[in-house]
């Protein structure tokens, strides 16, 4: 089993990702409103940190908020959603769309797989 997070950039592909998770018997996703360092510092105008604000441009232009998807899914599941996600949102290859990363889970109680 694996921890399953997608830290999404591109938020207007949430429901499309959610829809076809659902499509492909992927269930319990937990949605978390996220939001970037550089995002927060530019938010909060620490002027000691102009550097990096500068850079916000650069690296967040079209968006305030990220949405961090997590989900306890089968080793099996996680190719099936890495492509649901690329597929979706044009590819986590192409600038300020998202990552996804995995981690080992040793136990779970909670859910039925």
Same mark, same amino acid.
């Not at 950039?9 to 659902?22: A, M, P, R, S, V």
């Not at 940190?49 to 080793?75: C, G």
């Given at each position: 089993? /694996?921890?399953?997070? &997608? ?8 429901? @499309?990702?959610?829809? @076809?998770?659902? !499509?492909? !018997?992927?269930?319990?996703? $937990?949605? &978390?409103?996220?939001? =970037?360092? +550089? ?5 909060? %105008?620490? @002027? ?5 604000? #500068? ?6 232009? $079209?968006?305030?908020?990220?949405? $961090?998807?997590?989900?306890?899914? /089968?080793? @099996? %599941? +996680?190719?099936? &959603? #890495?492509?649901?996600? !690329? /597929? #979706?949102?044009? =590819?986590? %290859?192409?600038?300020? $769309? ?6 080992? +889970? %040793?136990? +779970?109680?909670?859910? /039925?797989?």
């Amino acid at each position: 089993m /694996k921890l399953v997070t &997608i830290i999404l950039n591109k938020t207007e592909c949430l429901d @499309e990702i959610l829809e @076809e998770f659902g !499509n492909n !018997n992927i269930p319990g996703a $937990t949605i &978390i409103d996220s939001k =970037g360092m +550089v995002q927060e510092l530019y938010d909060h %105008d620490h @002027e000691d940190m102009f550097f990096l604000m #500068s850079l916000r441009s650069l690296l967040t232009p $079209t968006h305030k908020e990220n949405k $961090t998807i997590i989900m306890v899914a /089968k080793d @099996e %599941d +996680v190719k099936v &959603i #890495s492509a649901i996600v !690329n /597929k #979706s949102t044009g =590819g986590l %290859d192409k600038p300020d $769309t998202g990552i996804l990363f995995t981690i080992p +889970v %040793d136990y +779970v109680e909670g859910i /039925k797989h």
